[in-house]
């Protein structure tokens, strides 16, 4: 049992984590990692992996660490993990936990990932590299193996009795009933989820100091929350609060008002009702380019700040692009609109290898090294190129990620969009005519904000153009890929196209202050390991390659345990504490 005098000074250190915020977010491209079908680590033997039972496949947070590079040779500068915490154990009629959303106990991590030692392994190496974290949680309920009736809420910790929940209710996974999506249960008759009535005050303050431990035990930089719009808005601005740090939600909603009235409070979400459109608009040349445009105009009026949604095309809930279209050519116009156009961008692992994973059953989460991480694959190369054009523009430009895209040509098959400020604003022109498709010409004479005879550089070829005394640009579209241009002579220093006068998009190392605290547990004086993100505006730059974590060192201290944070005993110190505070609060 925790000592009165552990219980005691563990909220005092429950401080908010500095960490990014949301303008430093936006700067950002994310790679969503899926945990357990990304990377094996090293020496490990495969298994056989058949996506449509449902089972482990063998992915670790080591395997992550060991791939790293991989992830970084794309220009990603951040990434999105499953949820550590711990799962739901069983086989089950609908699979196993390996996807991290039927959690059983919050204070525990899922040891199928690794431990606590390896997940601090893999941050510390994430921050190194000048790269943000981001944790994914799950707010809204906790797993059974069985019948709702047959539920022994003790092991669901912290919060182990019926009246933490809403009463049973199958949900109708329909945006109609707003209500029976936030107070209903998702999930199955075999595997329910039990469905947290997140709006008792009790849940509440145990959620909030929940994520206090999250962030300042492991120094998360970011959130992405499960099951947003399953939960009533209204629970997550204190949420954010105790939070500290930048967030963005799921909201599976095609409807961009309804999206909206959770990313007002919560300061982001995946944006699906623009998914939708971009996979409309690009899977066929029959595509609505028009939609596509309305909706990224409409967002604007809807949200407070659009720049923040995330935008994708992909993740583990929905069919890859591919499922849709094998055509090389449109899957690279929709890599080119996810990096730049509006939005944080969000690429789901495997696009870059162009999977074609769909979701009944979900092969769409296939385990990547059976693609032997290719580097050379079209998407892999493409995705680094748009990425540093980004970081280029965004380091040339304070306002380039809010800068709203203006769409100065569409027709039913091309769309071309202007973002930044003049000097360093992108064009990009996209098509939906696919790989066999004849060569074409798309003239844009207004909104480019180019003078006659600039010249431009088409960046993912390295050619050349110029706009013409009419003021007009000429852009050559061959086999319907995307086009990205930006100014010859405002090239200097990012790297692309032979540029070697600098190297303006390098990443900086995030710094990590490290805690070691020490206090008594069982008896047992006990270590206990925290790891905080400096902000990144105290940071002094620093090249990546010769930056290092400040983490401690993770030695035991002589004859004491040394307890890494998310161990067995953290789980018992934290759910003693969450024990003693529903006594406290009744």
Partial sequence: MP?????????????????????EWRSR??????TDRFALANGTTPILCNQADGYYCGGQWRGIHDQLDYIQGMGFDAIWISPIVAQMPQWTADGMSYAGYWQQNLYDINVAFGNSTHLHDLIDAVHARGMFFMLDIVVNHMAWNGHPDDIQYKILQPFSDQKYYHKYCPSGYSDDDLDNLEECWLGSPEVPLADLDTGDPIVRQLFSMWIKTQVWKWGVDGLRIDAGINVEPDFFPDFMEAAGVFATAEVYTSHEDIMCTW?????????????????????????DMSALGDMMKSERTACKDSSLLGTFSENHDVPRFANH?????????????IIMADGIPVAYQGSEQHLQGGTNPFTNREPLWETGYDRTAPIYKLYNTLNLVRRHAIRSDDGFTKYPSDIIHQDDHTIAMRKGNDGAQTITVLSNTGADSSDATVQLCQGHGFSSNTKLTEVLSCTSLVVDGSNCINVPVKSGQPQVLYAADALSGSTLCGDKSGDKVALTAVTISSTTITTTIGGQPTAIRTATTIPLSEITPTGVGAARSAAAPRAALPGRTDMLVGSTLMAALMTGFAATLIRCLG
């Fill in 325 to 337: 279209t094998t055509d090389m050519s449109r899957a690279e116009n929709v890599a080119a609109f």
């Fill in 3 to 23: 000592s009165l005098r552990a219980i005691l000074l563990l909220p005092a250190l429950l401080r908010t984590a500095f960490a990014a915020t949301a303008d």
């Fill in 29 to 34: 491209s994310i790679y969503q990692v899926m």
């Fill in 263 to 287: 990313t007002d409070k919560i300061g982001s979400s995946l944006n699906y009702p623009l998914y939708w459109k971009i996979t409309e608009a690009f899977q066929s040349s029959d595509g």
